[in-house]
C-alpha cells in the first residue's frame, strides 16, 4: 500500500431484480453477508404498507383510498444481512407481512404511484447512506430506484422450478395451484404502468433453473468482485 495508508474500497451498489422465487432474497442476502454489505428486501417494505392498508380497514383494490393513505405508515428496514428487519409504526411485522392475504393484495397496492414515489424515496436515502455498499433486490431497482447500480443482476428462472421450490417452503402446499399463483403474480407486476418488473438493459441474466443456491451465490460473488477490480 503507497506511503502505507489503508486503502478502502468504493462503496459498491449492487442491484437485484426478477421474478417470484428465483432466489433473489436468498442470494441477495448470503452475497451482502459475505462482501460485508448492506442488504435490502424491498418487496419486504411493498408488504409492508399493503398489512398497513389491510390493518386499517382500507380497500386495497381502491387506488384513490391507498394513494390517500400512501404517507401515513412509518416504515423502518434494517439492512444487517444476518437480521433483517421490517417494522411499521414501531410494529415488527416480519411475520404478519407474509401472510396468503398480504401477498394476494401486494401486487394491487405496489402498482399505485404514490405508493411507489413513497417507497422508491425510502429506498435511495437507505442506499445512499450504507457505507461499505449494499444489495437491493426487488423488480424495479436496476430500472428505476438505482439506474447508475454498479452491477445490475437479473435472476430467472422456470415457473416449474420456482414453483418447486415456493411450495417446498409451504409445507404440503400444491405446486400446481403454487405454480400458477406465482404466474398471475409477476403478470401483475409486470404489465403495471409504474415502474414494472423489467430487466434493464444492462443488468446481467443469470438463469438459476439448473443452478443451486450456492451456485447461483458464487456466480453473483464473482461478477461483484469482478467489477470492484475494474474487470
Ligand atoms: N437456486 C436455487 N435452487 C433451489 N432452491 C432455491 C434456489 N434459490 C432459492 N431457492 C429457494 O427458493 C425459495 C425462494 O427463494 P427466495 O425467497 O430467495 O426468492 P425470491 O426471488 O426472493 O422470491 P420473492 O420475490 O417471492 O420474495 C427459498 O426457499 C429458497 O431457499
Ligand atoms: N422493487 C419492488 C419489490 C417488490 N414489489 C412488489 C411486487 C411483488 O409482488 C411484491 C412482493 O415482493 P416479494 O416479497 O415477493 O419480493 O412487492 C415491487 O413492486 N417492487
Redesign the pocket.
Known amino acids: 500500500m503507497e506511503n502505507g495508508a489503508a486503502r478502502t474500497a468504493p462503496a459498491v451498489i449492487v442491484a437485484i431484480?426478477g421474478p417470484?422465487?428465483t432466489g433473489?432474497?436468498s442470494t441477495s442476502k448470503a452475497v451482502a453477508a459475505q462482501l460485508g454489505l448492506s442488504y435490502l428486501?424491498?418487496?419486504?417494505?411493498?408488504?409492508a404498507i399493503?398489512w398497513w392498508m389491510v390493518s386499517n380497514g382500507i380497500d386495497t383494490d381502491d387506488a384513490h383510498a391507498v394513494a390517500a393513505a400512501a404517507d401515513k405508515p412509518e416504515i423502518l428496514s434494517g439492512t444487517d444481512p444476518a437480521r433483517p428487519t421490517i417494522t411499521v409504526d414501531g410494529v415488527d411485522v416480519s411475520g404478519p407481512?407474509r401472510t396468503q392475504e398480504v401477498?394476494s393484495r401486494?401486487?394491487a397496492v405496489?402498482?399505485v404511484p404514490e405508493i411507489?414515489t413513497r417507497?422508491t424515496e425510502l429506498?435511495r436515502t437507505i442506499a445512499a447512506s450504507a457505507g461499505t455498499g449494499i444489495v437491493v433486490?426487488?423488480?424495479?431497482?436496476g430500472t428505476t430506484?438505482l439506474p447508475d447500480a454498479d452491477l445490475k443482476i437479473f435472476l430467472t428462472a422456470s415457473p416449474e422450478a420456482r414453483a418447486a421450490r415456493r411450495s417446498g417452503e409451504l409445507k404440503g402446499a400444491d405446486v400446481h395451484t403454487t405454480r400458477e399463483a406465482l404466474i398471475r403474480?409477476?403478470a401483475?407486476?409486470s404489465s403495471?404502468k409504474a415502474?414494472p418488473?423489467a430487466k434493464a438493459g444492462d443488468a446481467v441474466e443469470v438463469d438459476t433453473t439448473d443452478l443451486t443456491l450456492p451456485q447461483v451465490i458464487e456466480c453473483v460473488v464473482t461478477l461483484v468482485e469482478e467489477k470492484r477490480a475494474g474487470k
Open positions: 431484480d417470484s422465487g433473489k432474497s428486501d424491498t418487496g419486504a417494505q411493498y408488504r399493503t407481512i401477498t401486494v401486487s405496489s402498482a411507489r417507497i429506498q433486490e426487488g423488480r424495479d431497482i430506484v403474480r409477476d401483475a407486476d403495471r415502474s418488473l
